[in-house]
């Protein structure tokens, strides 16, 4: 039997060079300081004014700060070095992060539609100008930290979803502002829970996607972006390649995916050119960490026995 030694090979497609990260760290602390700033002027003048739809706009942008502390972490941790303990470093602890971060949503979402229930059975009176104003000033801070948060998110899949998340949000202050309006010219008040049960479905709709994601990533699923069956395809129609088995298609983090294989090839002398040919590819289909073990159809025949 003549298995050939696994070779590892690495790419970081869509991390940053050393200065692009700093860089991208201070635009992530200056957006988490803003959003911050912008959560508690929100829920002051919320409670203030008893306006719920300012609360729960204000929960979700607390949602936002999570999500960009998530990148920051995830920036952080995806460098840190592998030890004889954690072999893989602490890449995993980016997906544990954001299970947590869907879970607290989904109370938050739990907590905002029951409040809203409350609220439409006896609605209370809102300043309906301060409601608009306050959430005017939403749409400011969530278009400069989207605009910040732009050029990064075409070379990182994390900072692109927190881009995604804060465009939405931008559309969420919209949204109280056309409520506060209302509420100005009509001194409608009801629609201040309502518009508070949209803001819930908003945040609702967008954590079911990272729960769902979270979840099959802990239980190392295959992560969303990548097919299997079009990612064996292609190893089997790389040149000298009999067969493939023992595919295995997981995440290290939120940005990084890994693979392990077996191939055989018609020729051990093959074996070098297949594993630097399948690498290419693989970091080609976003799978940046490949661990490909060659074998021969004599190896496979001595191993079960079929010859």
């Not at 940053?16 to 200056?30: H, K, S």
Request: with cysteine; net charge negative.
């Amino acid at each position: 039997m003549s298995h050939n030694p696994i070779h590892h090979h690495h790419h970081h497609d869509h991390s940053f060079g050393a200065g692009e990260n700093e860089g991208m760290r201070r635009i992530l602390w200056i957006s988490i300081a803003l959003n911050m700033l912008f959560v508690l002027v929100e829920a002051v003048v919320g409670v203030w004014q008893n306006s719920l739809s300012l609360l729960s706009d204000a929960g979700h942008n607390l949602s936002d700060v999570f999500s960009l502390a998530l990148v920051l972490v995830g920036l952080h941790l995806v460098k840190a070095a592998s030890n004889k303990h954690y072999t893989y470093g602490y890449k995993k602890s980016t997906v544990l992060i954001s299970l947590c971060n869907a879970v607290l949503l989904l109370v938050a979402v739990g907590v905002i539609i029951a409040e809203s229930v409350h609220k439409l059975q006896s609605p209370v009176a809102t300043n309906g100008a301060a409601i608009s104003w306050t959430a005017g000033a939403g749409i400011l801070v969530n278009g400069i930290t989207t605009l910040l948060l732009m050029r990064g998110g075409r070379q990182d899949l994390n900072i692109r979803g927190a881009f995604l998340h804060m465009a939405a949000d931008t559309l969420v202050s919209v949204g109280v502002v056309i409520s506060g309006v209302i509420i100005a010219f009509t001194g409608w008040f009801v629609i201040d829970p309502v518009i508070s049960i949209v803001i819930a479905c908003v945040i609702l709709f967008s954590t079911w996607d990272l729960l769902h994601d979270s979840l099959r990533l802990i239980l190392d699923g295959v992560p969303e972006e990548v097919d299997a069956e079009e990612i064996e395809r292609l190893m089997r129609g790389t040149p000298h390649v009999a067969d493939v088995h023992h595919i295995h298609i997981w995440a290290l983090s939120t940005t990084q995916n890994a693979l392990t294989a077996h191939v055989v090839v018609d020729e051990t002398a093959h074996a070098a050119e297949v594993r630097h040919a399948i690498k290419h590819s693989l970091a080609e289909h976003g799978i940046s960490h490949a661990t490909i073990e060659t074998e021969t159809p004599d190896s496979l025949c001595e191993e079960h026995d079929c010859c």
